[in-house]
């Protein structure tokens, strides 16, 4: 193995002819890749557009700071395309609508009109026309604002450092079933996590009856205390999304972002959750892939057990690490 440490050459040598770890990460993102053009039914054109209205409305937000004349021209026209193929197809809900409205009117009303950028301004009036936005949809702005319009917030620290010390993994619930609108209601409140670009690349599926019963033969780690699990949510990242190969990992970035804004939504709302390991392991991701039908492209980022707890639930104390053993300052 000493060998093979040397160069990207050599390492990629090593898993190629010798250790097989990484062939599923191969054939998940090449998956991906491929399905990003390829498949009308994946989300590479979604996450594209996505990905372009989030970088023009950054430069509208510059803008507030110093006005910019031209910006966008390299990817206006694909967004603009990526927009109206959407909205055609129905893919598309309510909130990418507005907001990709918003930011190119927004757009529109602060660059400079030339004849190339009139006769996209003439296209996009057309696709406003087209697809108007229901009423009562524009009574909030979803174009940038400045920080000081932020809702206030009235959590003080100690409040928020409560929540964080108060959520604890829970692995043994009682028989009480949670209604599926607390755990929606949740979701919505941890999709406000950051995502880069904003595309926010995964899909929360949520687990009860005969398909928990299929995956709780797995050795997932949650063995000891299979009995007691009700209901699963499982995060499940989408490279569809991507075209590049040096965002094979933003999967487990946002899916994890979004993961802690969930379990402390759901700790909020008095219902426990316990993240589970999900190890990359070759045979249990392609069981899981055929239980839960999903797509090539499609991997898993984390499985969590919810509920709510017994009154005699034991909790692990799990001593965290110390700031000065994690922190360092450089200058």
């Excluded at 060998?3 to 062939?23: C, E, M, N, Q, R």
């Excluded at 301004?121 to 979803?142: Q, R």
């Excluded at 920080?147 to 604890?168: A, G, M, Q």
């Amino acid at each position: 193995m000493k060998w093979a440490i040397d160069s990207p050459v050599k390492s990629t040598v090593y898993y190629t002819l010798i250790d097989s770890g990484f062939d599923i990460e191969h054939f998940r993102v090449l998956n991906g890749k491929y399905n990003h053009k390829a498949n009308s039914k994946s989300s590479g054109i979604y996450a594209q557009t996505r990905r372009n209205v989030h970088r023009i409305e950054k430069g509208i937000s510059a803008s507030f700071l110093k006005k910019r004349n031209v910006f966008a021209k390299e990817y206006i026209e694909e967004t603009i395309n990526g927009v109206e193929k959407l909205l055609d197809s129905k893919y598309i809900d309510t909130p990418f609508h507005k907001w990709s409205f918003d930011v190119l009117n927004s757009y529109f009303s602060l660059i400079t009109l030339d004849d190339y950028f009139n006769n996209l301004k003439n296209k996009w009036d057309e696709i406003v026309k087209k697809h108007p936005l229901k009423n009562g949809e524009n009574i909030v702005n979803y174009s940038p604002f400045q920080h000081n319009k932020l809702p206030v917030s009235n959590i003080s620290f100690t409040e928020l450092d409560t929540l964080f010390k108060r959520r604890h993994s829970v692995r043994w619930y009682n028989d009480d079933e949670v209604d599926v609108q607390l755990i929606k209601k949740a979701v919505g409140s941890a999709l406000a996590s950051p995502s880069a670009c904003n595309r926010q690349p995964f899909e929360v599926l949520y687990i009860t009856g005969k398909k928990l019963e299929e995956l709780k033969p797995l050795k997932l780690g949650f063995e000891m205390f299979s009995d007691s699990i009700k209901a699963f949510i499982f995060i499940v990242g989408d490279l569809s999304s991507y075209i590049e190969e040096r965002d094979k990992h933003l999967i487990y970035i946002d899916g994890s972002l979004f993961a802690m804004s969930l379990m402390l939504a759901l700790e909020a709302l008095g219902i426990s959750s316990c993240p589970i390991n999900y190890p990359d392991v070759t045979n249990i991701d392609n069981k899981v892939q055929d239980i839960l039908n999903l797509e090539g492209y499609q991997k898993g980022v984390m499985l969590m057990s919810v509920g709510y707890a017994s009154d005699n639930s034991p909790i692990p104390f799990s001593a965290k690490k110390g700031v000065n053993e994690i922190f360092k300052e450089i200058n």
